[in-house]
């Protein structure tokens, strides 16, 4: 479409103030953000930028949701691909079914108070690896959303092992169920570093000039 503005130097420097003084988003997300406003200004705004971005207010706001939405989202879908190519992949099922088995082992022999500490020291030694272990610096966390929600899915397997000692002391009882349940919150710790690791390593090449 033929633009009705050609947006100046001047209304460039307030856009990029205006996005700093509201912090919409990471350095990734105002990028994009920035790209379309200036489109959608020069084709549709009136030549006021102030006034323009006043009445787009609140769709940069629903912008920037949804993009963390959808990141979000994408991980987690990731995540629950990863882990059930356990199940899935020849090569990975073999070693699916021997932790199973142990994990199994472990429930069957271990008393209660012994196995619950085993359950809480595994899955959190998981836990605590994907969040201080795999180098990913707290400023480039700032930088990029993608970077922010990278590990947010080992939430999961983490509230698995945060519930009172009451309810898993009752879980325990059920030595079955409770291996299923230990086990999940293993494959989905597994698969959600697996799924970090993969996305670190494409963010900090694709986005290495904003990491730099």
């Known amino acids: 479409m033929e633009k009705k503005h050609e947006i ?6 307030f856009l990029d103030r205006f996005l ?22 020069e084709i549709n705004g ?6 323009y971005l006043s009445e787009e207010l609140s769709f940069i706001k629903k912008f920037i949701g949804n993009k963390l939405r959808a990141i979000h989202k994408s991980y987690r879908r990731k995540t629950i691909d990863e882990a059930l190519s356990f199940f899935t992949s020849i090569k990975k099922l073999p070693i699916t079914v021997a932790v199973f088995l142990i994990i199994y082992f472990l429930t069957m022999n271990l008393n209660g108070t012994i196995l619950i500490v085993s359950f ?16 990913i610096k707290k400023k ?13 899915e080992m939430w999961l397997p983490y509230l ?3 519930f009172p000692l009451g309810f ?14 230990w086990f999940v919150a293993i494959a989905y710790s597994v698969a959600a570093i697996i799924v970090m690791k993969k996305e670190k390593a494409i963010i900090y090449e694709k986005y290495k000039h904003l990491l730099s």
């Open 8 to 13: 100046t130097a001047k209304q460039l420097a």
């Open 20 to 41: 700093k003084n509201h912090n919409f988003g990471s350095e990734d997300d105002k990028i994009e953000l920035k790209d379309h406003i200036i489109s959608d200004f």
């Open 46 to 51: 009136n030549g006021n930028l102030s006034q």
């Open 120 to 135: 809480f020291i595994s899955v959190l030694s998981f836990f605590i690896y994907s969040q201080f272990f795999l180098n």
């Open 140 to 152: 480039d966390r700032k930088k990029l959303d993608r970077i922010e929600y990278l590990g947010q």
């Open 160 to 162: 698995m092992i945060m």
């Open 168 to 181: 898993l002391e009752d879980i325990v009882i059920n030595k079955y169920f409770f291996t299923v349940y």
